[in-house]
């Protein structure tokens, strides 16, 4: 019987001896058994993915050598399908992260969303992992690589995140640190701080059924930063959908106040309301009230 903690990574050292043997390990079977198709990922993204459920399989004192089904990674002495989620990086996972304003943002974890509504890709339960990787970020690296960790962030029942993530189509832009970029897949979010965590990986192994059934049984919760959300509820109160009342609950609920930085650059602001001045719509003083808001950005040289 699992029972719940608020979810902080576990950090696994992969730069000594033993890590760089697992790196070798996850690197060989991937250049053995590259799956090419939809959605694959490349060959570092596959061997990172590798890597991780080795990884985890050493910590759980199961077989290192790796199953081949479509479905899961890992099957528990419990009978739970165990699969492994795994995203690369030079940088360290983090639960918050700074973007352009005084707010901070929580962190997300992508599903893609084909893996989760394909019938013959059964699990029961997704352990989410960060892998932090040298600059180089190709396995298995060398022996004086010091940056290869592996970040074990939680578990989540497959069933709660088809009923919570947000599906997001190919195009959709979401915000990253202290820029943005669009989705080339078709990916399901799901948020760091709605996992079941862990404190230490053995853990997984108390994992049953029930467990699995209670979790997915679970919703209501906000998978989206605290800053888009109050983003969302002043675009829907500008609308006349959301009242006042709805608006100040959001700021209240969240801890996070009006003044978050805008989608679209604030030079795209001034330029606007400069615009508005000139067909005398607006004044000086909405523009001060707007310099307030947002500052705009002269250019700083090449």
């Known amino acids: 019987m699992y029972r719940y903690t608020i979810p902080t990574p576990i950090i696994v050292n992969l730069c000594d001896k033993q890590g760089f043997i697992l790196r070798k390990r996850a690197s060989d079977f991937v250049d053995a058994n590259t799956v090419k198709g939809a959605e694959r990922g490349n060959r570092n993204e596959q061997s990172y993915g590798a890597l991780s459920e080795i990884v985890i399989r050493s910590l759980l004192n199961l077989p290192i050598e790796r199953g081949q089904s479509l479905g899961f990674d890992i099957l528990l002495p419990s009978g739970i399908k165990l699969d492994v989620k795994c995203r690369g990086?030079?940088?360290?996972?983090?639960?918050?992260?700074?973007?352009?304003?005084?707010?901070?943002r929580e962190a997300k974890h992508n599903f893609f969303a084909r893996q989760l509504h394909d019938k013959k890709l059964d699990t029961d339960v997704y352990l989410l992992t960060h892998l932090q990787t040298s600059s180089k970020g190709i396995l298995p690296g060398s022996t004086r690589e010091k940056k290869w960790?592996?970040?074990?962030?939680g578990w989540v029942s497959k069933g709660r995140v088809v009923k919570e993530g947000v599906f997001l189509p190919r195009g959709s832009l979401t915000e990253q640190g202290r820029?943005?970029?669009?989705?080339?897949?078709?990916?399901?979010?799901?948020?760091?701080?709605h996992l079941n965590g862990l404190h230490e990986v053995k853990e997984l192994l108390q994992l049953d059924k029930k467990d699995v059934k209670e979790?997915?049984?679970r919703h209501g919760n906000l998978h989206l930063t605290s800053v888009d959300a109050l983003r969302i509820a002043l675009d829907l109160r500008g609308r006349g959908i959301l009242t006042e009342k709805q608006l100040d609950f959001v700021k209240s609920a969240l801890s996070v106040d009006a003044k978050v930085r805008p989608i679209l650059h604030p030079n795209q602001y001034h330029h606007f309301m400069q615009w508005l001045i000139n067909q005398q719509q607006a004044d000086q003083t909405t523009m001060d009230r707007l310099l307030d808001f947002i500052k705009s950005e002269d250019f700083s040289g090449i």
Do not use: M, S, V
Request: with cysteine; charged share 25%.
């Open 215 to 217: 979790d997915a049984r």
């Open 89 to 104: 990086g030079a940088f360290p996972f983090q639960p918050l992260y700074d973007g352009p304003d005084h707010f901070k």
């Open 149 to 153: 960790n592996l970040f074990i962030c």
């Open 179 to 193: 820029t943005w970029f669009t989705y080339r897949g078709q990916e399901i979010e799901f948020y760091h701080r």
